[in-house]
């Protein structure tokens, strides 16, 4: 599938990712930093003569993330961990945690703009800059 690259739709992305692709996010013991924007694609979505009340288009979002997480190592307290700090944790389980989490921040930012996000599949990408 090739993803659709109108103008109108460029110039949308353009001016989101300029203006307002910094997201702040902080959940008190899971979670503190900002999320970056840094690419929205949208797709036809096939088929959706089968989906009628659905949108036609699917979209996705590749996003960078500057923070910390906080979790719990052992059976010791929450602690804080940065991306460099990650020893015991695997990758993929922080960054499942981490897209779970910023899904319903992004969901806010990005309503305004007609891209309609609903699962964590729809972040393709992220990158955690520590």
């Not at 036609?56 to 960078?64: I, P």
Request: aromatic share 12%; with cysteine.
């Amino acid at each position: 599938m090739d993803c659709i690259k109108d103008k109108d739709t460029t110039e949308v992305f353009t001016y989101l990712k300029k203006r307002h692709s910094k997201v702040k996010v902080d959940i008190e013991n899971k979670i503190q930093g900002e999320i970056k924007i840094t690419s929205v694609r949208k797709y036809l979505h096939y088929p959706y003569s089968l989906y009628p009340d659905k949108d036609k288009f699917r979209y996705e979002v590749d996003v960078e993330f500057t923070g910390d997480l906080w979790g719990r190592v052992s059976w010791g307290a929450a602690q804080r961990c940065s991306y460099g700090q990650i020893a015991n944790l695997s990758k993929i389980r922080a960054y499942r945690l981490i897209r779970k989490i910023i899904l319903p921040e992004l969901q806010k930012r990005l309503i305004l703009f007609g891209v309609d996000i609903t699962h964590i599949n729809d972040i393709k990408k992220l990158k955690w800059v520590g």
